[in-house]
């Protein structure tokens, strides 16, 4: 542990975990900076004594608005970084995803933490072709980068395996991403002041809760809510936003279903009550990012105690943290059938559910605040 004057965190969208992450360096650095376009705190607030710069906020409403608004934040943070804290140690986040080409035009010492890996993702997600010249160029860069940083850190051993293209293995350190078994908890149905308020407390519900966006294949949940109109008290229930949002809500009123909502972006502090509204779960990843990403409401869900429908392929980080925790089951997006039958089964035998939510639990346990301390 090597104590820092003055720490600058740069994260163009700011939530809990990077908040935990700014905690746990009250221990080592004099000062903290935080460089972001967002900030979404949940139940613990930003230490009062860290300075915040502000960067252009993430817009994901198109391609182009999410290059502009990357080449933004990264624009402003090394001009910052340049004229304002040329010796500061530097905590860069994979978000922006140029962050990692900082160093490129600083002479600060800095560690990386990666939660997607570009340019890869941009590549898997076809906004670039892999041979072309901005992606040759991008991955030398980040071989050079990697080799220089003080510690480079990840979040699942698949990402650590892909990260070896750029540096060795034995040089990347996993710090699995966590929850908050304080701010997070089962809350009984009858309690759930969400569902109260949506009259919802006598219906087993399948959720959805998060971006819908391209490569979520959220659309699952409309097929199914009209496959099992006939099944009593059974509620499939979408939340959030993203590129799909719209059609979703279309498609929902053409097939003119009454056991489905959608709903935008629910408050943040409603979150406790939201996630612990579900019996059973969506979490999606796409084949494209099946190893470079596990979306964090896994490890949110398991603190609420809910049993996970995994839509994801069989090898990907999501799908082996869902089968080894004994979490839920793993389907591929086209295996409808199946997933309608694990829905049925678990309606019917509420042990069998049961036993999901405490797995639930005690997987939670293993992913908590104190993973933050792993970056010092």
Avoid at 10 to 21: E, F, R, T
Avoid at 30 to 53: C, F, H, Q, S, W
Avoid at 209 to 220: A, F, L, Q, W, Y
Wanted: proline share 4%.
């Amino acid at each position: 542990m090597i104590s820092k004057k003055q720490v600058v965190f740069v994260n163009q969208s700011a939530g809990y975990l990077m908040i935990d992450i700014i905690a746990a360096f009250a221990e080592v650095a004099e000062e903290r900076i935080l460089m972001t376009g967002y900030l979404n705190p949940r139940n613990n607030a930003l230490d009062a004594v860290v300075k915040v710069e502000k960067l252009a906020s993430y817009d994901r409403s198109s391609s182009f608005r999410r290059l502009t608004t990357w080449a933004m934040a990264f624009v402003k943070t090394l001009f910052l970084i340049k004229f304002k804290y040329p010796k500061a140690h530097l905590f860069l986040v994979s978000n922006p995803p140029f962050s990692s080409l900082i160093p490129l035009f600083c002479k600060n010492t800095y560690d990386l933490l990666v939660y997607d890996i570009y340019p890869d993702a941009l590549v898997e997600f076809k906004y670039f072709k892999e041979k072309s010249w901005i992606i040759r160029k991008w991955e030398q860069a980040n071989r050079k980068v990697y080799s220089q940083a003080h510690n480079v850190y990840t979040i699942t051993e698949g990402m650590k395996a892909r990260l070896s293209k750029y540096i060795e293995a034995d040089a990347i350190r996993v710090v699995p991403v966590w929850t908050d078994n304080h701010f997070l908890q089962p809350i009984m149905k009858k309690q759930n002041v969400f569902l109260k308020k949506h009259h919802l407390q006598d219906k087993f519900i399948v959720m959805y809760s998060g971006n819908m966006g391209k490569s979520h294949p959220v659309e699952i949940l409309v097929e199914l809510a009209n496959r099992m109109q006939d099944i009593i008290n059974l509620h499939f229930l979408l939340i959030g936003g993203g590129d799909k949002y719209r059609a979703l809500e279309l498609r929902i009123s053409e097939l003119k279903l009454e056991n489905i909502s959608i709903m935008p972006w629910q408050p943040t502090q409603d979150l406790p009550f939201t996630l612990s509204a579900a019996d059973l779960a969506l979490v999606t990843v796409g084949r494209e990012a099946s190893d470079l990403s596990i979306p964090s409401k896994t490890y949110n869900l398991m603190s609420a105690g809910v049993p996970i429908i995994c839509i994801a392929p069989k090898n990907s980080a999501l799908a082996k943290l869902v089968l080894n925790e004994s979490l839920g089951e793993v389907f591929e997006s086209n295996q409808v059938d199946l997933v309608e039958d694990f829905i049925k089964k678990h309606q019917l035998q509420p042990l069998l559910l049961e036993k999901l939510a405490e797995n639930a639990l005690i997987a939670s346990e293993k992913y908590s605040v104190e993973n933050a301390k792993q970056f010092l």
